[in-house]
Structures are given as C-alpha cells and as structure tokens.
C-alpha cells in the first residue's frame, strides 16, 4: 500500500544558553494510509516534538517530511491536531464549535455544513448541536473536538496524549469511539501517548523512541487477528499480555 507520509532523517537540536541539545537524531519512517501508530518512549525522548514538527508547529533542524509525495514545509491543510484538552469555546455552541476551524479557514458553506451535520449524526452528537460544551460529558466533549477537526478533511490525525485528561472509565470507551470513528472515516492516525496499553489495543503498529536523543529504537507490528477489532476486545485477547510485556521490558531497559 502507498505511503502517505513519509519521515526521512529528520533531527531536532535545541540552543539553550550554555549548549546545544540533540532532541531528536535522524528520524525515518512511513505510513500507509489508514494506518493507525503509536509512539511510546521515556519522558523527554522528543515524542511530542516529533509531532509538532509533522504538524509543522515546530521547525525541524534536519530532514524533510513529505505526505501524499508532496514535500511539506511549515503548516499543512492535510494534517489535523489533537491535543490533552479538548479546546471548546465554552461560550459557542456545540454545532458552532464543530464548525470554527472551517470559520478559521473561511470554507464554511453549505457543503460543509452539510458534511458536519452528518458526521454529528453518525456519531450520536446531533441531538446535542444547540448545547453547550458545560453541559457534555468528558468523552462527548472529546468526540466533539474529534468531529471539529475532521470537518476540514484532514488527511492525518496527530493526537498528543489526547484521552490523558479523562478518568479510567471514560477514556477507555472514549478511545474505542475515536478508534472506531478514524476507522470509519478511514483517516490515517499518529498519536503519542505515555500509556502502553492504548498504544497495544488502538494501533496497527507501535513506534518506540530512545531516550535522548530520540531515535526510532524498534517497531512493533501489532496484530491480534480479530475480526471486528476495536480497544476493549483488544484487551480481552490472550495477546495483549505478551504485547505489553514485551513494551514493557523494552522501555524498562531504555531507564536502567
């Protein structure tokens, strides 16, 4: 299957006031489109910089990013962010909210519209469109936020530690919705997480980072062989374990 993106020796140093420090240290990698990855690693490895610079939020020092075989440099209109805080205009409504980064990009019309409409509907949020943010759930407000983000037709979803804010519970059920949705939509997913267990049951494969400087340690094809797959039968397969395991032992080592 063709590449969607494709990460080639990308490096990040930082200056600080007494020394130069190598954040991230030739990076490569690809996805295919549809395709669902996770990056764990020790704190401070670069995982969430590594993100930015694909969002191009942040500068790269080295390398170069191309999606869709197109070079990237600075902001894409193909990729969309997902951050820990779901970012609602607590004073705008839920239907309102949905529609302000197509505001932002001056492409509200009634196509647009249209298409917000229908992915609130096909996501149980329709009911709710002339409520406001207070008055919804944790995980409502993060599938709110999801369905902002996709109404600009994002190639690509970058979510940094995005289901970290809410309790257990909800964010278990919030990530098999999320998960459920992307594939659904068949939008090809990054997301950088501190939490094994959401890499293993929402990923089709697990990218693992170094300590600093970050570099692409190894790569974990994740594969549990279930029809109708999604994160809570996931973690119900005899699989699971021996995935977590071995992450596990793998960042322990990176530690020691």
């Known amino acids: 299957m063709e590449k969607i993106l494709e990460v080639k020796n990308v490096s990040k140093k930082y200056q600080s006031k007494k020394e130069e420090i190598l954040a991230l240290e030739n990076i490569n990698f690809g996805i295919k489109k549809g395709e669902f990855v996770s990056i764990i690693g020790p704190s401070g490895c670069g995982k969430s910089t590594l993100l930015s610079i694909i969002a191009g939020l942040e500068e790269k020092t080295t390398g170069e990013i191309y999606i869709e075989d197109e070079k990237i440099e600075g902001?894409?209109?193909?990729?969309?962010?997902?951050?820990?805080?779901?970012?609602?205009?607590?004073?705008?409504s839920i239907l309102s909210n949905t529609m302000f980064g197509l505001e932002i990009k001056g492409k509200i019309n009634k196509e647009s519209k249209e298409y917000v409409e229908d992915l609130l509907k096909k996501y149980n949020l329709y009911e709710f469109k002339d409520k406001y943010p207070s008055e919804l759930s944790g995980g409502m407000r993060q599938r709110v936020a999801l369905i902002r983000t996709l109404a600009v037709k994002p190639k690509i979803l970058l979510l940094d530690e995005a289901f970290s804010a809410l309790d257990y519970q909800t964010r278990i059920m919030v990530t098999k919705d999320i998960y459920e949705i992307l594939r659904k939509e068949n939008i090809t997913a990054i997301i950088v997480t501190h939490d094994i267990s959401e890499a293993i049951s929402m990923s089709d494969r697990v990218f693992v980072l170094s300590k600093r400087p970050g570099t692409i340690k190894d790569v974990h094809e994740i594969?549990?062989?279930?029809?109708?797959?999604?994160?809570?039968?996931?973690?119900?397969?005899?699989?699971?374990?021996?995935?977590?395991?071995?992450l596990w032992k793998e960042l322990r080592a990176d530690e020691e």
């Open 75 to 92: 902001i894409s209109q193909k990729v969309g962010y997902m951050l820990q805080r779901d970012c609602l205009l607590e004073w705008r």
């Open 223 to 246: 594969d549990f062989e279930i029809e109708n797959r999604d994160p809570i039968n996931c973690r119900e397969s005899p699989k699971f374990s021996k995935y977590f395991n071995t």
